[in-house]
């Protein structure tokens, strides 16, 4: 059971997005979205809001799009600001459930090549230090294809960069 929650896009694109996917072919309950709402996760009543209905749905994996969209004006390049606000997420993964921030990246320099670097990250590396896994996508524009790249595992088993393709 996935909570996606949208702080980027509002309800009409997700349900777009959602059509193009077919997410209705999914078991119902399976897949829930937190549209246009304004979520603070750095208010501690309202996280502990958000934690109490993730157990009480029973989800497995919480999806937030975008940090910056929820971190209620966090300032990123605070490394001791950035490292306490996703602290907190450690509650969440302890009790089982999966989260997964999605954030931007700063276009790459000109030396640097086109494979995304986990530096490419906006704000304070203690957002990478503060993860168990980093994967970066890449795509140009107007292609059904990405790259997948890990950048980190705290596995040990950092996979090689693959090849998607949308249909």
Same mark, same amino acid.
């Given at each position: 059971r996935v909570l996606y929650v949208d702080a980027e896009m509002g309800?009409?694109? +997700?349900?777009?997005?959602? $059509?193009l996917l077919k997410f209705n072919n999914l078991p119902k309950g399976e897949l829930m979205? @937190?549209?246009?709402?304004?979520?603070?996760i750095r208010d501690d009543i309202a996280f502990e809001i958000l934690c109490d209905d993730l157990k009480a749905s029973n989800i497995d994996v919480l999806i937030v799009d975008t940090l910056r969209g929820v971190a &209620? &004006? @966090?300032n990123e390049d605070k490394a001791e600001d950035v490292r306490a606000f996703l602290q907190r997420f450690n509650y @969440?993964? $302890?009790? &089982? +459930?999966? /989260? +997964?921030l999605l954030d931007h990246c700063r276009k790459p320099l000109r030396n640097e090549g086109n494979i995304p670097k986990k530096e490419q990250l906006l704000g304070s590396q203690d957002k990478v230090a503060s993860s168990e896994s980093v994967i970066m996508l890449k795509s140009e524009p107007s292609s059904p294809v990405f790259a997948v790249y890990? /950048?980190?595992s705290r596995t040990g088993v950092e996979l090689k960069p693959f090849l998607i393709q949308m249909d």
């Open positions: 309800f009409r694109e +997700i349900k777009r997005r959602g $059509n979205f @937190l549209s246009e709402h304004v979520i603070d &209620g &004006g @966090l @969440l993964k $302890n009790d &089982g +459930i999966t /989260v +997964i890990q /950048v980190k």
